[in-house]
Each structure stands twice: as C-alpha cells, then as structure tokens.
C-alpha cells in the first residue's frame, strides 16, 4: 500500500526517438504526482506537478499524463537528446512523506 | 535564487567512524527534507523538518543517526558510528511548503559517502 513503482527499471533508445516512462501508484490519498530527471552525480530535478485534475502537462520535450482513476502516469520524452540521459523518477506524496519510485535509467545513444 | 548547498560533496570514512554532513536550504524553505539514496534505487526520507521542528523522521535510525535544524534554517545530519551499509548518497531538499501542498521541491547535488 502507498507504493510507487516505475517501468521499465532501464531504457535504451537512440538520439532523436521518443519514448515513454511509465509510474504506478497506491498511495492514497492522492494530491499530486511529481516527475524528477537526475543526472548522475546530481540532485533531483522537478519537470512538472501533476494535480487531481490535470490529465495532461508538458514542458518543453516532456509530457507527462495522469489517470487518477487507474492510478497511472507516464512521461512522454519527445525527440530525444543526448543530455536526456538519466534517471527519470515518479514521486507521490502520502501525508507528510513523499512516496519515491526506483526510477528509469535512460539511456540515449548517438 | 541560490539552490540548496551542501557539503562535503565526497567523503570516505571507516566503519565505526563518525561523519555529518551540512545543509543550507533556499532562503524561506520552511520545510528540509534529508534523503538517503542508494545506488540504483530512489531516494528514501530520512527526516522532516518543518522550522525548527521535526515532522516525520519515522525512518531513521535513531540508534546512529541524528539530526538537527536548530534556528530553522541550515540543518546538519549526522551518522555515529557508521556501518558499510550507510554508504549512500545523503540528499538535502527543501520547499516552501510540505509534500501535499503544489510547492516544489529542491535538491541539493548531495553527499556522497563511502563507509570501507
């Protein structure tokens, strides 16, 4: 109960493809999912909060989609770059914790 | 804005040794989050922190672990004594607000450690 889980757990695509992250939650009750790019070596970065309502948000090349009936989002990376190489990680807070996926190790090859 | 600072970037430290790690936050974060991440998986909570006081800190081991946000702002994690299996990465992230408001969160580059 209250999990996030994250498929696939590594992805290798090449440079200019498209590709999709998907995140699976329990947790319950549900205010917000968070979509995080880390690069190796460094801290997490936010690309975009997801409400109860919105079922679709982008950023730039990113788009991420909720279903808050099936409890699924996914993360849609169009045109891939090089610099998109990173763990992509699904975050859901529960209360006064944030709930962490194990993250999508992405892999972008020329 | 300036992120969230912590140091030391790198350290290596013996079993049984102790070591703290240091974080200043965005300037008006209430709220510090210290993470342990490691290798492969997401970040795991260690301890909230609202102000100066704790919120959550339900998963850390209290036996060895410790940490304190005494005037509200920066905030020091410390690991006495250390065990191989605390080599991790130690993440610091702060925000305006907690987890279930629309605040977003900030990490720091965090702490690498290496318990030999």
């Known amino acids: 109960k209250n999990q996030v889980e994250q498929s696939p757990q590594s992805l290798i695509i090449l440079e200019g493809k498209n590709c999709t992250l998907q995140c699976n939650y329990t947790v319950s009750p549900f205010s917000n999912l968070r979509w995080y790019k880390q690069d190796t070596g460094r801290g997490p970065v936010s690309l975009t909060i997801?409400?109860?309502?919105?079922n679709t948000k982008s950023n730039g090349r990113y788009t991420a989609t909720l279903d808050a009936d099936t409890k699924q989002s996914s993360l849609h990376i169009t045109a891939s770059q090089l610099s998109d190489s990173a763990s992509y990680i699904c975050v859901v807070p529960n209360n006064n914790d944030m709930r962490f996926g194990a993250g999508t190790r992405l892999t972008v090859k020329p | 804005e300036a992120g969230v600072a912590q140091s030391p970037r790198y350290k290596i430290i013996e079993k049984r040794q102790s070591v703290a790690f240091w974080c200043n936050p965005i300037s008006g974060h209430a709220t510090l989050y210290w993470y342990q991440q490691i290798l492969g998986q997401g970040p795991k909570l260690l301890i909230q922190?609202?102000?100066?006081?704790?919120?959550?800190d339900s998963q850390l081991p209290k036996d060895r672990f410790s940490a304190e946000r005494l005037k509200g702002v920066d905030s020091t994690l410390k690991i006495q004594p250390a065990k191989l299996e605390d080599s991790a990465v130690y993440l610091c992230?702060?925000?305006?607000?907690?987890?279930?408001?629309?605040?977003?969160?900030?990490f720091g580059p965090g702490t690498r450690l290496t318990v030999l």
């Open positions: 922190f609202q102000n100066n006081g704790v919120v959550d």
């Open positions: 992230a702060s925000s305006l607000g907690g987890p279930s408001s629309y605040n977003e969160q900030f």
């Open positions: 997801m409400t109860f309502s919105e």
